[in-house]
């Protein structure tokens, strides 16, 4: 058995006049919980460490650059990698990274339980739009503030298991978990920022998109028999409502642990990695039953053609 005790490290909503510091001491105590249960990894979300400002329309590059960070850790999140060295918890979280060379990414971290950052992943699939849209009902400008992510989906060797991140949009997306499933992984964290309501159909709701983001976690952990950890920001953030629904799924697609608030919450589940074993060798060994010659459009092609147009 290779357990890894997971605290899924949900948050309610970070309000635009909320400062770094005081986001990081709701996250100081949310480690300090995970450090009572016995967490050997926390998980928290995408954007951890402010408001989800994409949502915000914003011309001037020096207001945006007040929302990115310019060192992992800096001063103000220092104390998150203290704490957790201190408990001996590996975290991750997201938050918006900007490189000395003036580039732009939704990122994530993944440390050891050292404090030390062992992996970095940029969201590919960013949704949304880059100029303003007067169709809808809030604006969601992640193609606006962010490049995409450039470093494809690699998985680390960390607390005895193999580890991926990918963050929210791209959880809906199969390729990212199948990218990461032919690298063997066994466990997938993801952060994310999913307004209650779609911007562009209200009566697309909390339920239905609770539906689906469930639907894509789980489809996700039982095709690559890999645990799927989706942590969520939930509740009112600057009067915008956050879906919560954060969850834990086994490498069978069970939800086996889900937030039952929209706030701040820590979700527990003692993760055994060696589960994902059976479906590795069985249904879902990749080298025995996959067929790649009828795989080409996947990554030949971004849109659909019609077979009458394609010549
Ligand atoms: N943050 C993020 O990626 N949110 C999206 C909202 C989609 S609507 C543009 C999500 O897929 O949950």
Same mark, same amino acid.
């Given at each position: 058995m290779r357990e890894i005790v997971i605290g899924a490290a949900q948050m309610g909503g970070i309000q635009k006049a909320e400062s770094r510091e005081a986001v990081v001491d709701r996250m100081l105590a949310l480690l300090a919980q995970a450090a009572e249960a016995k967490c050997d990894l926390v998980v928290f979300p995408e954007l *951890?460490? +402010?408001?989800?400002? %994409?949502r915000w329309w914003m011309e001037d590059q020096d207001e945006v650059d007040t929302?990115? $960070? +310019? $060192?992992? %850790? !800096?001063p103000a999140t220092q104390p998150l990698f203290d704490a957790a060295k201190r408990h001996g918890i590996a975290m991750t979280f997201g938050y918006a990274e900007k490189t000395p060379e003036g580039r732009y990414f939704n990122t994530s971290i993944l440390t050891d339980k050292s404090g030390t950052i062992v992996g970095k992943y940029r969201k590919v699939h960013l949704p949304g739009h880059s100029e303003y849209d007067h169709? #809808? *009902?809030?604006? @969601?400008?992640e193609k606006r503030y962010f490049e995409p992510g450039d470093l494809g989906f690699p998985v680390w060797r960390n607390l005895d298991a193999w580890m991926g991140m990918c963050i929210c949009n791209d959880r809906r997306w199969p390729e990212v978990y199948r990218e990461m499933g032919l690298q063997g992984v066994e466990l997938i964290t993801l952060g994310y920022n999913t307004p209650s309501v779609n911007s562009q159909d209200s009566a697309e709701g909390l339920k239905e998109r609770l539906y689906h983001s469930e639907l894509s976690m789980t489809a996700g952990a039982y095709q690559n028999a890999a645990w799927v950890v989706g942590v969520a920001k939930g509740g009112d953030e600057d009067g915008h409502p956050l879906m919560a629904g954060s969850i834990i799924v086994d490498p069978n697609g069970f939800v086996v642990a889900r937030a039952k +608030? $929209? !706030?701040d919450e820590l979700v527990v589940h003692a993760c055994d990695m060696d589960l994902c074993a059976f479906g590795k060798r069985t249904i879902f060994d990749f080298a025995r039953h #996959? #067929?790649? $010659? @009828?795989? !080409?459009r996947i990554t030949g092609q971004t849109g659909v053609i019609l077979p009458n147009e394609a010549g």
């Amino acid at each position: 058995m290779r357990e890894i005790v997971i605290g899924a490290a949900q948050m309610g909503g970070i309000q635009k006049a909320e400062s770094r510091e005081a986001v990081v001491d709701r996250m100081l105590a949310l480690l300090a919980q995970a450090a009572e249960a016995k967490c050997d990894l926390v998980v928290f979300p995408e954007l *951890a460490l +402010t408001t989800f400002f %994409p949502r915000w329309w914003m011309e001037d590059q020096d207001e945006v650059d007040t929302w990115f $960070e +310019t $060192e992992m %850790p !800096g001063p103000a999140t220092q104390p998150l990698f203290d704490a957790a060295k201190r408990h001996g918890i590996a975290m991750t979280f997201g938050y918006a990274e900007k490189t000395p060379e003036g580039r732009y990414f939704n990122t994530s971290i993944l440390t050891d339980k050292s404090g030390t950052i062992v992996g970095k992943y940029r969201k590919v699939h960013l949704p949304g739009h880059s100029e303003y849209d007067h169709d #809808r *009902a809030f604006q @969601h400008l992640e193609k606006r503030y962010f490049e995409p992510g450039d470093l494809g989906f690699p998985v680390w060797r960390n607390l005895d298991a193999w580890m991926g991140m990918c963050i929210c949009n791209d959880r809906r997306w199969p390729e990212v978990y199948r990218e990461m499933g032919l690298q063997g992984v066994e466990l997938i964290t993801l952060g994310y920022n999913t307004p209650s309501v779609n911007s562009q159909d209200s009566a697309e709701g909390l339920k239905e998109r609770l539906y689906h983001s469930e639907l894509s976690m789980t489809a996700g952990a039982y095709q690559n028999a890999a645990w799927v950890v989706g942590v969520a920001k939930g509740g009112d953030e600057d009067g915008h409502p956050l879906m919560a629904g954060s969850i834990i799924v086994d490498p069978n697609g069970f939800v086996v642990a889900r937030a039952k +608030t $929209e !706030g701040d919450e820590l979700v527990v589940h003692a993760c055994d990695m060696d589960l994902c074993a059976f479906g590795k060798r069985t249904i879902f060994d990749f080298a025995r039953h #996959r #067929r790649v $010659e @009828h795989y !080409g459009r996947i990554t030949g092609q971004t849109g659909v053609i019609l077979p009458n147009e394609a010549g």
